[in-house]
């Protein structure tokens, strides 16, 4: 298969690129549950010996670093030593909390070779704050201490995904990333709500099937994923996304899932963009074909075409492609404009390429001599 690259010809662009047991209500339960399947797509497995941002010493004294920066915030200080539940009375707290963790647990974890991965220390921090909204009330002190830590934390996650990215890039397909992406959210502590398809009817979610029209969940995602039904990257990401939606729909953001999905969905978005944008820097490595979208191989021969074309027929183009499908064409300084090709809908696609095809073929057809009998 030819490699897909970037196609700029200045005006066309064609880019390929205890209080939980009380309080907890039934409508603070994910949604999820399983959607028809897709047209198959055979993709290769990730080989097993992969590990994707694997923990080195260097790697290592900047998540220590991290840890103890958490710990002296104000913050802080509820979440960095083990919880004295015995001590405050708080007898509820190992029949709720099955994983318990601190931060002071995770520095000393980061003192020995205990995470393989960053993601497994992420994970373990996570699990701090996951506990803690567990166990307080949404509106408690504990409960917007842990979010505020929450969100400080992930802020720096990214930072440290990037540069793990840019030291140790994966040799590896977009969809292969994406079922390592999912394997990590499926392990994200926060994901134990999201993992298997909730039975409405045990729960006497009477009004779910008026509420949510499409539910799903992470063990669909799973199976679809292992059947190969993604036909590319973009429908994986938009049946994950729809999970956290779902919650946030039936729950509210401000409800205990509403929280946790919307951190979810954070977390999978900058994940996800980090396999976009590999993809899209490296042009050896084609884009999965989105179904009802133009191909790579039509957006080739379009390409083609477009070499073979005047000035004059390519601004003529311009202006087809204006008329049908005005979110394709982008303004780029006082004179030229920019065609994205992969956001042309099929229908103005083939216009445009039937219109293309035309006039390469009547360039080609040699002119008639004047005054020829």
């Known amino acids: 298969m030819a490699k897909q690259t970037d196609f700029d010809l200045g005006i066309y662009h064609a880019s390929t690129t205890s209080w939980l047991a009380q309080s907890l209500s039934e409508r603070d339960l994910p949604l999820l549950g399983e959607m028809a399947d897709e047209h198959r797509d055979k993709r290769s497995r990730v080989s097993s010996s992969f590990v994707l941002n694997p923990m080195d010493e260097a790697m290592q004294r900047k998540c ?3 840890v103890k920066s958490l710990m002296k915030r104000s913050q802080g200080v509820h979440f960095s030593r083990p919880v004295e539940w015995k001590k405050f009375g708080l ?15 995770v520095s000393e974890n980061l003192q020995k070779p205990h995470y393989e991965r960053l993601e497994s220390f992420i994970n373990d921090v996570r699990l ?20 505020t830590l929450s969100d400080v934390f992930e802020k720096r996650c990214e930072d440290l995904e990037k540069e793990a990215e840019s030291v140790n890039a994966p040799d590896i397909g977009s969809m292969e990333r994406c079922q390592l992406l999912l394997e990590d959210m499926r392990k994200n502590p926060f994901s134990e709500w999201f993992r298997e398809p909730l039975d409405h009817v045990a729960l006497q979610l009477h009004d779910y099937p008026q509420v949510i029209s499409q539910p799903m969940d992470l ?10 039904q993604y036909m590319s990257v973009e429908d994986f990401a938009h049946d994950v996304r729809l999970i956290w939606q779902n919650a946030i729909t039936y729950n509210s953001a401000q409800s205990f899932i509403g929280v946790v999905a919307g951190i979810l969905a954070a977390i999978f978005d900058r994940r996800f ?5 590999s993809a899209t820097a490296d042009p050896g490595r084609p884009l999965p074909d989105r ?16 070499t073979r074309l005047t000035l004059a027929d390519l601004n003529q183009m311009v202006s087809l492609v204006q008329r049908g499908c005005q979110a394709a064409v982008q303004q780029c300084g006082d004179k030229e404009v920019e065609v994205d090709v992969d956001e042309l809908d099929m229908e103005t696609f083939q216009n445009v390429l039937k219109w293309a095809n035309s006039k390469t073929k009547s360039a080609q057809q040699p002119k008639s001599e004047a005054g020829a009998s």
């Open 128 to 147: 701090v704050w996951k506990n803690a909204f567990i166990f307080n009330a949404p509106d408690s002190m504990y409960f917007k201490a842990a979010k």
């Open 273 to 277: 963009a980090l396999i976009t944008r």
């Open 64 to 66: 220590d670093a991290l």
């Open 91 to 105: 007898v509820d707290y190992p029949k709720l909390i099955k994983e318990p963790m601190d931060l002071g647990t």
């Open 219 to 228: 063990g669909t995602v799973h199976k679809k994923m292992e059947r190969s």
């Open 291 to 306: 179904p009802g979208w133009p191909t790579f191989q039509q957006k080739k021969k379009f390409y083609d075409l477009c």
